[in-house]
């Protein structure tokens, strides 16, 4: 089968707003994925998500694997929720294994690059009931590139990561880089440090800048938010926690 052909049709519907005397249309997609399918960012690249688009995708029971960076479209919404989830976290049916190691050159020294998702300015995305295994267990030095700091990147939008669990041997999980104002909720997450991680300490959020500028703040809502043994979520004076 090729990619093409198992790319579901979804359902549309558009939904008209307006903004500074401008009208626009969202135009929103629902589709249902199995593990019959490929990797998750590879998937999201298939779907060409264009700005205002709303695409909600239901992942069925199963394990997938999330490899591939997906960077969203500017101004567009990605929902991923695992089927059936339920209230609390950590026994949800869909898991996601990231593991591959990948790197970048930068004046001819490697550093590592494990960036899955980045999340653009005026965005949103929604990932509940799903437990991430993140298993790049990667001692190269960090990427300078603001953008190839954390697992996921976080600019001028809003992330919700709720109803399940983390774990993690790489640090950050989230970065929200310079020039960017961003939201963060939390709500019934538990994080975990893999006990094979170089990391001593995993940072749930950081707000590093690599060789970009600064100018950066996240607020983050963490209600319900537990934290495994090595897992660290500071406030700064960049990072407001909200209880």
């Known amino acids: 089968m090729s990619i093409a052909a198992s790319l579901p049709p ?3 519907s558009l939904v008209p707003i307006s903004s500074a005397g401008k009208t626009f249309t969202i135009e929103e997609k629902h589709y249902t994925l199995s593990t019959n399918y490929y990797d998750i960012g590879d998937y999201l690249e298939k779907l060409k998500i264009q700005q205002y688009q709303s695409i909600f995708i239901t992942l069925k029971g199963g394990s997938y694997l999330w490899e591939k960076l997906y960077k969203m479209p500017y101004n567009s919404k990605l929902i991923l929720t695992g089927e059936n989830y339920q209230n609390g976290g950590k026994s949800n049916k869909v898991s996601i294994l990231m593991g591959e190691k990948h790197s970048s050159i930068i004046n001819k020294e ?3 690059n494990n960036t899955r998702l980045i999340i653009q300015g005026g965005c949103t995305c929604k990932i509940e009931g799903i ?3 993140i298993k790049m267990n990667d001692n190269k030095r960090m990427s300078r590139d603001p ?3 954390g697992i996921f990147t976080l600019m001028n939008g809003v992330l ?3 109803q399940g669990m983390i774990e993690s041997a790489d640090s950050p999980i989230i970065n929200v880089p310079g020039q960017s104002i961003a939201k963060i909720y939390f709500g019934h997450t538990f994080f975990e440090r893999n006990p094979m991680s170089f990391n001593n300490e995993i940072q749930v959020v ?3 800048v690599g060789y970009g500028f600064s100018g950066n703040k996240v ?3 963490k209600s319900h938010t537990h934290l495994g043994n090595g897992c660290i ?3 700064s004076n960049k990072i407001e926690l909200i209880d």
Request: proline share 0%; glycine share 4%; aromatic share 20%.
């Open 10 to 12: 979804g359902d549309k």
């Open 110 to 112: 490697e550093y590592r």
């Open 131 to 133: 437990n991430f295994f």
């Open 147 to 149: 953008l190839n700091i």
């Open 160 to 162: 919700y990561l709720t």
């Open 206 to 208: 950081e707000t590093l």
């Open 219 to 221: 607020f983050v809502s």
């Open 233 to 235: 979520l500071k406030s």
